[in-house]
Structure formats: C-alpha cells, structure tokens
C-alpha cells in the first residue's frame, strides 16, 4: 500500500522532531543566544526604563532573526551528507511535502521555542504586559515566515561546507518586510496604538513565502543534487 | 547487470542518471516504455536506491531508520522490518543507535531498506564495500533471490559477481 502525501508529511515531522529531541544542544544554542544577546541590551545601556521600552522591539527582533538563522544551516545540510537527501528525493513523495514537513519541525524547535521565552525577555526590556500577545504573535508569524524563506537559502547553500554566512547574506534582505512590519507592530503595541494592520501583513507574508518558499527551497534542492 | 570498470569512469554517474537525479546529457532514461522524467512517481515507487552512503541518522536506531525511510514508501510492519534486518544480518544492530554500528553493519541494514521497500528495480552502488565474506555471500544470494522473482538489479562494484547465468556485465572504459 503506498503512502499519501499527508502521511509522509508526517512522518518526516515526527522524525525530525525527534531528532531533535535527541540533540538538545541544537535546541537550546539558538534560545540562549537569543536570551543573551537580548540581555546585554539592558547591561549595556542606562537603566532607564522609556529608553529600553523604545528600543525593545528592534531589538528583539534583530536578536529573534538572527537566533533563527542560526540553525538554517544544518536544515538539509545533515541530510545532504549522510545520503538521506537522496533517498528523500527518490521516495516517490513530493520534494515539496518534505521540505515543508522539515521547515515546519525548523520553526517548532526555533520559532516558536523563542516565541515562548520572549515574555522574559519582554520583561527584561520593560515591554509592558499588554503589548506581550502582539510581540508573541508577531514574532511567531515572522519566525515562521522566515524559516520558509531560510529553507530557500539553506535550499541554495546545502552543497557547500560553510554555507551560513551565505545564508544570511540571501535570507537577511528577503527579511526586511518582516523585522519592518513586525517591530512596528510590537512598536504599536507598546506605544498604545492598534498593531492589527501590521500583524495583518506581517499574517499575508507567511502565508506567501509558506505557499511559495517550498517549491522554491524543493527546486533548489534538486539543482544542487545534480 | 553487473557494472565494473576504473575509478572515474563515471559508473556512479551511469547509476545516478538511472536513477534520475542527474539528467543525461543525451538520450532517455525509459522504464516500462515511458521516459522516466515524465512519469518520476511511478518510477521511483519501482526504484531502490543503495549509494555509498547508506542514509542512516546516527541518533535513531537501525530499526526507526528503517521504519523512516521504508514508511515513506509503503506500510510496513515492525515484524517485516526486523525480518529484513534479520534477512541481511542485522537483526543484532536493530535497537542500536546507527552512530555505534560499524561500516559493514551500516551497510547491512541499508541492504535490508531496499529488501523492505519491496521494489521491482534495485540500483546498488558498491553494496559490498565494507562486508565481510559472510556479508558478501548473503547479498549474492539476496540478488540472486531478488532475480528469481522477476526483480532487475544494477549493480557497480569492483568485487566479482557469481549471481547465475542471468547476470550481464557491463564493463566500462576510461
């Protein structure tokens, strides 16, 4: 009985998540950087409580981009090497399925483990509680939104040895809108004024780059296996 | 068919442009009559694929590698899987993570993932680097079995083949 495109999906998420459970390092290096960078902004600068609520949502942002890119590298790499991709690719599934099903796993160990520890940096940058569901949710739409477009560079870099400074380099301008909308709406938030209509665009461009990013990451793939 | 020839002769190409990861240069690559670039799915549900890596993550079990990889391709049972690994010798390596197992043990149960997967047509790089003389016999014997049943096989391997009258060779030059 062959299998259908759902069960692979899952199955390919079971397994990388699993994976990831079995190497925690790959889990927890992206959350303490992300939790130390954040950190050294309130160090670093006056203790003035209007001063760090300003600067908070850059600076959670950038902290958040730069954590999730991070781990994009090892995205296909560790499948690339050991001749999984291979067998992926010839499993008569989607090359799309999968790399959606793997990018999805990527936000679940990254994404939206810094979603869940941004209240404490929230804190740490005197964000003020009610501005904590916008900055969640925004960051957790455009660490989503992200991890589709890493999975395009990671897509493009998979076939050379150290590929994450390229990575960044293709990921980090694509982002842009994202660290845009998404600061300006926890900006909003903090400052008292609706943030819906960023969050709605900041919603638009995950649902694009979830739509479009896989065939491109799944045909980059392909490019490089050749 | 039995491919054999001197390093860099492009037997490895040969295998990858069979299985349609490399595109040919010239000419088609045709299964059951049809071109294999046009109808991809149906063609890699009648391929396994054995490289010179044998695609096991090192922090799952040779069991849950298998189960992985095979899953994708059909419903298969843990009995089925454990009678594959224990068809090809590994039935020891099955709840051991893959990162322990020796060179020879890893290519055991990546000939047991093409046993499971169950398919019409294998294509095995070198499957007898890193096998013992026990190990080798087993995978003749395996190929020889895969042909009685009406299955093809493409093999690229230096070691000499004694696989039945059946077997036609294939030897490349520089």
Redesign the interface.
């Given at each position: 009985m062959s299998v259908g495109a759902w069960s692979a999906f899952v199955l390919v998420l079971r397994r990388e998540l699993c994976l990831s459970f079995r190497r925690p390092d790959q889990l927890i290096q992206p959350l303490m950087f992300f939790l130390i960078v954040t950190t050294l902004f309130p160090l670093g600068l006056s203790v003035q409580l209007s001063l760090l609520r300003e600067m908070a949502p850059g600076v959670l942002w950038v902290a958040a981009l730069l954590a999730s890119l991070l781990s994009l590298d090892a995205l296909f790499k560790s499948d690339a090497e050991d001749g999984t991709l291979e067998q992926l690719v010839l499993s008569g599934q989607g090359l799309y399925v999968i790399v959606l099903a793997k990018t999805l796993a990527h936000w679940l160990v990254s994404g939206a483990a810094l979603v869940l520890v941004s209240p404490v940096v929230g804190t740490a940058l005197a964000v003020p509680l009610s501005a904590f569901p916008t900055m969640m949710s925004s960051l957790g739409l455009g660490t989503l939104a992200l991890s589709w477009l890493g999975a395009i560079g990671a897509g493009l870099t998979v076939g050379l040895k150290r590929g994450n400074v390229l990575i960044s380099l293709i990921v980090l301008p694509l982002a842009m809108p994202l660290l845009i909308f998404g600061a300006g709406a926890t900006d909003r938030a903090i400052s008292g004024t609706s943030p819906v209509g960023a969050l709605y665009l900041l919603a638009a461009l995950c649902v694009l780059t979830c739509t479009l990013a896989p065939f491109a990451a799944a045909a980059a793939l392909r490019i490089t296996l050749e | 068919m039995h491919v054999s020839g001197p390093n860099g002769t492009g037997k490895t190409t040969l295998l990858r442009v069979v299985?349609?990861?490399?595109?040919p240069e010239q000419g088609v690559v045709t299964w059951r009559g049809k071109s294999i670039a046009s109808t991809p799915?149906d063609y890699?549900?009648d391929?396994a694929?054995a490289?010179?890596?044998?695609?096991?993550?090192g922090?799952?079990t040779a069991l849950?590698n298998l189960r992985?990889?095979v899953?994708?391709?059909?419903?298969a049972t843990s009995q089925e899987l454990r009678a594959a690994l224990d068809r090809t010798g590994a039935a020891g390596c099955a709840d051991l993570p893959a990162r322990v197992l020796s060179a020879g043990q890893r290519r055991r149960v990546a000939m047991a993932r093409v046993l499971a997967v169950g398919a019409a047509l294998w294509l095995l790089d070198e499957p007898y680097t890193n096998l013992d003389t026990v190990g080798c016999a087993m995978l003749s014997a395996l190929l020889v079995e895969h042909a009685q049943k009406g299955g093809l096989a493409l093999v690229v391997a230096h070691h000499e083949l004694s696989v039945g009258a059946k077997m036609r060779h294939l030897a490349m030059q520089g």
């Open positions: - | 299985t349609g990861l490399l595109r799915t890699q549900n391929l694929y490289s010179h890596e044998p695609a096991l993550k922090d799952l849950e992985f990889m899953g994708l391709r059909r419903r």
